[in-house]
């Protein structure tokens, strides 16, 4: 488990979302719901993600959710999917060395090229347990969870 890395789920749609919160989700790479990414835990990101609170939850993954979605929801440029084949071309042996050098902070998807930056995730099996219009805190689903991500994440590869 890292300190270093955030998984970020878009869980609530655009509807009425005010242009400034709009683009900031744009930046955060999560413009439709149910669209994931794995963000630096920065102080230029937590502004982000905080002025976007009322639309995302965020956390911190652990090593297997990081390779579960990798494997299950990750894509290439061309909407392939990651294959270890693909990665050795990438300079990556398999999926375990790309997720380790994700989660230790090594390497920023949004800088590696052929991979999306972005997970088309499914909605959650079984549906949201709480509401998503309330804080994870306040008896909701939205906002800084923690390690309560790698559940939802799991839940919606």
Not at 16 to 23: L, R, S, W
Not at 25 to 37: F, G, H, I, P, Q
Not at 103 to 118: H, Q, R
């Amino acid at each position: 488990m890292s300190e270093e890395i955030l998984l970020v789920i878009r869980i609530r749609g655009g509807i009425d979302v005010p242009k400034k919160i709009e683009d900031t989700l744009m930046m955060l790479r999560v413009d439709r719901n149910n669209y994931a990414t794995l963000i630096k835990n920065t102080p230029s990101y937590n502004g982000m993600l905080k002025k976007a609170k009322d639309y995302i939850t965020w956390g911190e993954p652990t090593l297997d959710t990081i390779k579960t979605i990798l494997e299950k929801r990750g894509k290439l440029v061309g909407d392939k999917k990651i294959t270890n084949e693909n990665l050795s071309q990438l300079g990556y042996p398999n999926i375990d060395n790309l997720a380790e050098s994700i989660t230790n902070g090594e390497l920023d998807l949004t800088y590696m090229n052929g991979i999306k930056p972005f997970f088309r995730m499914h909605p959650p099996k079984k549906g949201f347990k709480r509401t998503v219009k309330r804080a994870y805190t306040d008896h909701g689903e939205l906002g800084y969870r923690g390690e309560a991500i790698n559940e939802l994440a799991l839940r919606m590869c």
